[in-house]
């Protein structure tokens, strides 16, 4: 049997069965507190991903990843050297037995876990144009990773084979780009996946949709600030196949909020404006709290930290506090990374 070590530690995978819901109650979190778990001010953490209830892996600028070890308290970090190159790790996901990771800019490299505890480079991609912005997994042999235009579409690559080897779709096979199409690798969060079906967020404003892992897509417009080349979508999430929630702004105007939120009841094919002048401004992720039919957000960036338990129609800021991105563990504990620290975050009432 394959045992794949991940900076010696072994990750062991379990799903959980789920009971059947009961209905909600709503809450109202007043606060949040935030206990570190790293603090280095060389790094910029941008990709974090819940592996299991002991374990949450990340990666960061100067060529590093790492694990943290819930049970044990314990933070494993190591850096993967390719050819001297100064890498930024910005995409992360994991398939339930391989972990991977994927550099931003030119050359786009893209490794995978090994047998010995060494990342293996499964992908590159050496256009000049190339800068790829987040990445997931459909199953343990289907995965997805999403990034700037370098032709005349958005750069989309896929495995079908556990992510030992990756094909780029061709232009002919996907929706016509816009100029300068891309994504903003600023959190991980530009893909979401229910079951089959696929939503990437754009710098444009747009939203492709996939309803059979990427084989074929569409594309919806929304009407999210997007005149500018730092505004667009910069997160979306989905809870179920139809209810998504997407946020972004501008980061140069952070406290601009008249446009800068959007959510769709009909799986992404329409999209409506929420909070209009309420509520956050530029975040650059958002993510629904789990279990909790949809009702509960929590938005983030380095502005702060903002909740709601209405679906997104308004919001209350609970804290100051800077990240980039965040993972829910359950409905109260999540796990947010930014510059140069990861923290535990506590939601109470």
């Known amino acids: 049997m394959k045992v794949i070590v991940f900076i010696g530690i072994l990750f062991v995978f379990a799903v959980g069965c789920q009971e059947k819901k009961k209905p909600i109650q709503p809450r109202s979190f007043t606060t949040v507190v935030a206990e570190p778990i790293l603090e280095d001010s060389t790094l910029s953490i941008r990709a974090i991903d819940i592996m299991d209830v002991n374990s949450v892996a990340f990666a960061a600028n100067n060529n590093t990843y790492g694990l943290y070890n819930i049970s044990k308290d314990e933070v494993l970090r190591s850096q993967v050297n390719q050819d001297s190159l100064s890498l930024e790790f910005r995409s992360m996901a994991n398939n339930g037995v391989d972990v991977f990771i994927m550099s931003v800019g030119s050359p786009g490299l893209l490794f995978k876990t090994g047998d010995a505890g060494k990342m293996e480079l499964v992908y590159e991609e050496d256009d000049p144009k190339t800068f790829y912005d987040s990445m997931e997994f459909w199953n343990t042999n289907e995965g997805i990773a999403i990034g700037d235009a370098t032709d005349d579409c958005l750069s989309i690559i896929i495995t079908r084979d556990g992510g030992n080897t990756w ?8 929706p016509n780009g816009m100029a300068n199409e891309g994504a903003f690798a600023a959190s991980n969060t530009n893909i979401a996946i229910v079951g089959d079906q696929t939503w ?12 059979d892992k990427g084989h074929t897509w569409e594309v919806y417009d929304t009407p999210i600030v997007k005149e500018k080349e730092t505004e667009g979508i910069y997160s979306m999430d989905f809870y179920d196949a139809l209810n998504g929630l997407a946020i972004g702004g501008d980061y140069t105007q952070p406290d601009q909020n008249t446009a800068n939120k959007i959510r769709t009841k009909d799986g992404g094919k329409t999209w409506e404006l929420i909070g209009a002048n309420e509520g956050p401004g530029y975040r650059s992720c958002v993510q629904y709290v789990p279990n909790r039919e949809g009702k509960e957000l929590v938005a983030i960036g380095f502005k702060g930290i903002d909740f709601s338990n209405d679906g997104g129609s308004s919001w209350n800021h609970l804290s100051d506090d800077g990240f980039y991105t965040i993972r829910f563990l359950n409905d109260s504990i999540a796990y947010a990374a930014g510059r140069g620290r990861i923290s535990k975050l506590t939601f109470k009432e």
């Open 200 to 211: 990437v967020a754009t710098t444009m404003g747009r939203v492709y949709y996939s309803p």
């Open 167 to 174: 094909t780029k779709i061709p232009c002919d096979l996907l």
